[in-house]
């Protein structure tokens, strides 16, 4: 199924890759339908460049022990690999990881703690960082430990989410990356700052999402492009690991995706989901309606537009190397 997923994803890119000058130009987006901690090594190493320096490998903490989050066990060998350390920031909205001693306590029952040093990024508050599209954000609000790496390693669980439809290398990169008050102002399309007004978004759905892709933009610019992208798409609910009740996934798991481009990652996540067949005990129609409903291609689309990335792509299964 895998393979016959990869040929209808890779006939559509004719399509999508009509605007590429060369060949070269076209960011490769690698696969594999392996998901296992040596896995996520290979497709790490087939990228083709090193994480160097002091290394922040990005993740989400999960909200509670039944969220979708990537277990420690199968990150282990990639964050030993690139000898990183574990970041995160807390959450704006109250619960498990609303403020630090929760959420490092949160951290440590997931077991995070065991496979490698773990850094809360806001624990010591935070600093603005600039965004070059200033639609709507004046300035990002990240995590002030930003400053205490060289190396960004954004690896995300793909999956649905309630407000953004769906969640990739992006909203990993925008909201996961900034403290309660950037997340505020990134759901808020930079109206406020103050976290009990999180879901005060007056300007639409859109906003929202164009918040996220300049956040995103920022942080990428911030390492001056020195960052590593890898989207693992298993247990593919359509909620987020911000949910600590997910509805159970209805789509098998896909593989690993990673990139040195998130424009062409996240878009090409997105045509494997759009792209799949579905059959009994398989079905991608769930997950599919929740980005549909929330518009959530178009962070892909205003991430292009902005600079970010290409929704060009070559595909290069490395199952086959």
């Not at 807390?90 to 951290?107: C, F, V």
């Not at 929202?208 to 593919?236: Q, T």
């Not at 424009?263 to 991608?284: E, M, P, Q």
Request: one cysteine or more; a negative charge; glycine letters at 8%.
């Amino acid at each position: 199924m895998i393979k016959q997923i990869l040929t209808v994803a890779v006939a559509a890119l004719s399509i999508y890759s009509a605007g590429a000058q060369t060949q070269n130009e076209t960011p490769k987006v690698y696969f594999t339908s392996e998901i296992t901690p040596e896995a996520l090594v290979k497709i790490y190493k087939a990228l083709g460049v090193e994480a160097t320096g002091r290394v922040a490998v990005k993740i989400s903490t999960g909200e509670s022990a039944q969220s979708n989050h990537l277990r420690p066990e199968l990150i282990k060998n990639l964050v030993n690999e690139v000898k990183g350390t574990l970041v995160e920031c807390n959450t704006a909205y109250h619960g498990n990881r609303s403020s630090s001693e929760d959420h490092l306590r949160a951290i440590a029952e997931r077991g995070y703690n065991d496979i490698a040093n773990v850094d809360l990024m806001d624990i010591e508050g935070y600093v603005d960082i600039p965004v070059s599209d200033t639609k709507w954000l004046k300035y990002n609000r990240v995590g002030s430990h930003i400053a205490d790496y060289d190396y960004l390693v954004n690896l995300a669980h793909f999956k649905g989410h309630a407000m953004g439809g769906f969640g990739g290398v992006l909203k990993n990169q925008s909201i996961g990356m900034a403290t309660p008050e950037g997340k505020t102002l990134i759901h808020t399309a930079g109206r406020y700052s103050d976290p009990q007004q999180v879901f005060g978004n007056q300007d639409g759905q859109d906003a929202f999402l164009e918040s996220m892709a300049a956040a995103a933009k920022s942080v990428h610019d911030y390492y001056k492009g020195n960052v590593i992208y890898i989207n693992v798409m298993n247990n593919l609910s359509v909620d987020c690991d911000c949910n600590g009740h997910p509805a159970a996934p209805q789509m098998k798991d896909i593989g690993i995706m990673a990139s040195l481009d998130p424009v062409a990652l996240d878009k090409a996540c997105l045509d494997l989901v759009f792209n799949h067949h579905s059959s009994d005990g398989d079905n991608a129609s769930p997950l599919q309606e929740r980005i549909n409903s929330r518009h959530g291609t178009h962070i892909v689309d205003y991430a292009e537009q902005i600079g970010l990335g290409s929704m060009n792509y070559q595909l290069v299964d490395i199952d086959n190397k």
